[in-house]
């Protein structure tokens, strides 16, 4: 198959032997084959998505389509019928995920929480780490008595590891049973999967490894009424040399800037009190635009103007945070001061090998420039230990720039090699016990920076967006303060949705316990 043919390819079908009666003797069939025979079966029928088709990055324009609709034929097939979609990884696969509600509501689909009860159960995956993906494989092994008791019953893969050709070759080999799968730039395409799963007697596999388009207009069925994502730009260039995400998620790609402010405007007219910009790395928002010199200092500048309480985005990439972004966050009004800026490592030569482009320097300049515009920002972050060959000096630097700046809270991860990055091809000396030990000496003083930050709020007054009940106590309510702290308090339900005063009188590692006050005194964020 020639690049073109490839570009093209829109839809692989892996067809179900010929001779099958029913849905119930094609099951029984799939399940007496042998893993050989059905990968001899496959190999013939079936083109695979490619990580190296992926990675290339041609100068084909992106695309902006806005004539998204649901043919009328297709939008009735859901009738009576119910959706389940588990999601797994971060804030764009739950996104990904509301826009897939959206379009199933609009099928006549409804939402179920019972496996038992729904037609069509999807799993948005992640493919990040390793066990990211070993939980979908487990949760795939379970829906496997459900699908044999209900030949009916459409089982879907899609999200992030769907655009691994390793991970679509296991589903093939050893779940046959699995009805539909699709990649990250195929999820507009749901409706006509659907109708191809159900009418057809083959296994639909739609990944497109290409560069991505972005589609406008797609119907999104939103998790909540207080807090909304709002997609900012797709993809990743960055191509950090651990990372799998390049090459799940295609390129670079920013929404126009007037489809995003009235996709706020619409937000804050609906009375939402929260907005996340969401990216992998929204700090090159607007670098891919050949017409207009905008960024995401004037995307915030614009945004700065909704009348939307609460603004966030995520997540900032250290490299392209410039000052014009600096700048207008300085402003604060609704521009929260919570910064989550993923550092990964704090020994320049280690992020020189990730391929970071940044210095352990170069990142604490940064971080006085932010701090001088926003004296009172909260810093969290993101770090991988275990990378190849870490010595234990590079692990100490990162131990050090952890104080240095004094970093919140950080998600600390051990570095999980990824089929096609040029990290996996590393020959790494470090034994595994050592890396989770280096993770423990980590975690222990990420947890008390944690707590340390709480305790300066004890005796302060917050102002708090209530988001509902707390996880652990229905009589509790719990929400965030501008500085993204968690705080659970005794308050009227009917405060839920609102910003309310609350006095700290606990500090935890994670959150804070508090009161509602009614009267306001002075606030401190
Ligand atoms: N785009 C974001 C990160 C998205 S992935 C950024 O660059 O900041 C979220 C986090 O997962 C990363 O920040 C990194 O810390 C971690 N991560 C990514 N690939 C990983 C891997 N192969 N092993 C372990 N952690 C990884
Ligand atoms: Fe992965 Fe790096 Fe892109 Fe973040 S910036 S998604 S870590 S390649
Ligand atoms: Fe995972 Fe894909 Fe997000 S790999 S972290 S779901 S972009």
């Known amino acids: 198959m020639n690049e073109q043919q490839r570009k093209q390819m829109s839809q692989i079908r892996t067809e179900k032997p010929a001779d099958v009666k029913s849905d119930q003797d094609n099951l029984k069939r799939i399940k007496n084959k042998t893993s050989d025979e059905f990968m001899q079966y496959f190999q013939t029928n079936y083109q695979p998505p490619s990580l190296r088709d992926a990675k290339k990055r041609g100068k084909e324009d992106v695309k902006v389509h806005y004539d998204f609709s649901i043919p009328e034929d297709l939008s009735n097939l859901g009738q009576g019928k119910k959706y389940m979609i588990r999601t797994y990884g971060c804030q764009m696969n739950e996104h990904d995920t509301e826009v897939m509600a959206g379009m199933l509501e609009d099928m006549g689909y409804q939402a179920t929480t019972e496996t038992r009860e729904a037609d069509i159960i999807l799993l948005n995956t992640c493919a990040i780490r390793e066990n990211a993906e070993n939980k979908v494989f487990g949760e795939i092994g379970h829906l496997k008595p459900l699908k044999m008791e209900n030949p009916d019953l459409i089982l879907g893969v899609c999200g992030c590891m769907s655009q691994e050709e390793s991970v679509v070759n296991r589903i093939l080999k050893k779940h046959p049973f699995m009805d539909l799968i699709f990649g990250t730039h195929n999820i507009h395409r749901l409706p006509h999967l659907i109708k191809d799963a159900m009418f057809s007697k083959e296994m639909v596999v739609e990944v497109w490894s290409k ?9 999104r069925s939103r998790k909540g009424k207080i807090k909304a994502w709002v997609n900012i730009m797709y ?3 960055k191509f950090c040399t651990y990372c799998i995400v390049p090459y799940t998620r295609g390129k670079e790609r920013s929404r126009r800037p007037e489809d995003i402010i009235q996709e706020v405007r619409h937000l804050a007219a609906q009375g939402y009190k929260e907005i996340t910009l969401l990216g992998q790395n929204v700090n090159a928002y607007g670098k891919d635009f050949e017409d207009i010199d905008y960024g995401l200092g004037e995307l915030m500048n614009e945004i700065h103007k909704i009348d939307i309480p609460r603004v966030r985005f995520t997540t900032s990439h250290p490299r392209d945070f410039d000052d014009r972004l600096i700048e207008v ?3 604060g009004g ?7 800026l993923p550092v990964q490592s704090g020994s320049s030569s280690i992020l020189k090998i990730m391929a970071r482009k940044y210095t352990r320097e170069s990142y604490l300049e940064l971080v006085r420039k932010i701090r001088e515009a926003m004296p009172e920002a909260t810093l969290t972050t993101d770090i991988i230990v275990g990378f190849p060959n870490e010595t234990e000096e590079q692990f100490q ?18 570095y999980s090699p990824r089929e096609g990055t040029p990290a996996a091809r590393m020959k790494d000396n470090v034994p595994m016990e050592v890396k989770k030990e280096r993770l423990q000496r980590l975690n222990a003083i990420v947890n008390r920076q944690s707590k340390e930050a709480m305790e300066k709020y004890e005796g302060a007054i917050v102002d708090v967006l209530v988001e509902g009940e707390s996880k652990k106590n229905p009589e509790v309510l719990a929400g965030y303060t501008k500085r993204n702290k968690l705080v659970n308090f005794r308050a009227p339900k009917s405060t839920i949705g609102e910003i309310v005063k609350v006095k700290i009188t606990k500090a935890k590692t994670w959150s804070l316990d508090g009161e509602l006050v009614e009267e306001a005194a002075e606030v401190k964020r």
């Open 211 to 219: 560069e991505g388009d972005i589609i406008e207009n797609l119907p």
């Open 235 to 237: 993809g990743c260039d």
């Open 329 to 331: 966050l300085g402003q």
């Open 334 to 340: 609704n521009l929260l001061d919570h910064i989550h």
């Open 397 to 414: 630097e990162t131990l050090t720039l952890m104080e240095e700046v004094g970093f919140e809270s950080a998600y600390t991860f051990i």
